[in-house]
Nanobody
Framework: QVQLVESGGGLVQAGGSLRLSCAASGITFNIKTMGWYRQAPGRERELVAA???????NYADFVKGRFIISRDNAKNTVYLQMNALKPEDTATYYC???????????WGQGTQVTVSS
């Protein structure tokens, strides 16, 4: 059974930083992508950043230069370092793994990030 456990969310002032972690377990298939999405109230879930290969990454335009995705393969963990946070970054952040070739999406339970102005 796939489990994605996120941690690291919280309340921070604008301009501050947070680091999210996602520990993965139970993955017995090939991974297409692994990364982070977010969903704010009343909005659709959107990609934040993801690994598209072992080393290649894809970032949403609105986080380029501010957020950094990284991974520790030995710990099966992916991280999201979020810097220069803005109030509009407030959302629930979800860890995602997409399998290959079935392209099944697996999601974590989400971690709340709130940025105050």
């Amino acid at each position: 059974q796939v489990q994605l456990v996120e941690s690291g969310g919280g309340l921070v002032q604008a301009g501050g930083s947070l680091r999210l972690s996602c520990a993965a377990s139970g993955i017995t298939f090939n991974i297409k992508t692994m990364g982070w999405y977010r969903q704010a109230p009343g909005r659709e879930r959107e990609l934040v950043a993801a690994f598209t290969t072992d080393t290649s990454t894809n970032y949403a335009d609105f986080v380029k230069g501010r957020f950094i995705i990284s991974r520790d393969n030995a710990k099966n963990t992916v991280y999201l370092q979020m810097n220069a946070l803005k109030p509009e970054d407030t959302a629930t952040y979800y860890c995602n793994v997409r399998s290959w070739p079935m392209r099944t999406n697996y999601w974590g339970q989400g971690t709340q990030v709130t940025v105050s102005s």
